[in-house]
């Protein structure tokens, strides 16, 4: 019996989806190691202190947050003085009770001129 080669592609969705996990776990090594290897990186890079290190490794995240945040609620905000008010109550309701009042003729009447 011959196998059969079934071969398998992957969506744009997924290549995205893969990328996406391969960096945030290269930004997560790095990150602890920066952390936590802060005497290292001073060391072999001969750059600032290990205080400067730690101190920027918790400002850039919480920065990024902050951000994030923000910009959700500009987000939100945009949005809600962009979107026309919805129709009151009221109104739909008599729209409603006008639809339940026409005689069978006349909706098949306005059905045929849509």
Do not use: H
């Amino acid at each position: 019996m011959a196998k059969s080669v079934v071969k398998k592609t992957v969506s744009k969705d997924q290549a995205i989806g893969g990328l996406i996990f391969i960096v945030c776990l290269v930004i997560i090594i790095g990150y602890l190691i920066a952390l936590f290897g802060a005497d290292w990186v001073v060391n072999t890079l001969n750059i600032g202190s290990v205080s400067g290190i730690r101190y920027w490794l918790a400002e850039i995240p919480v920065l990024i947050a902050v951000v994030a945040v923000l910009g959700i609620g500009a987000w939100i905000g945009w949005t809600m003085a962009t979107t026309p008010p919805p129709k009151p109550i009221e109104e739909i309701e008599a729209e409603e009770k006008k639809e339940e009042e026409k005689p069978e003729g006349e909706e098949k009447a306005a059905e045929k001129k849509k």
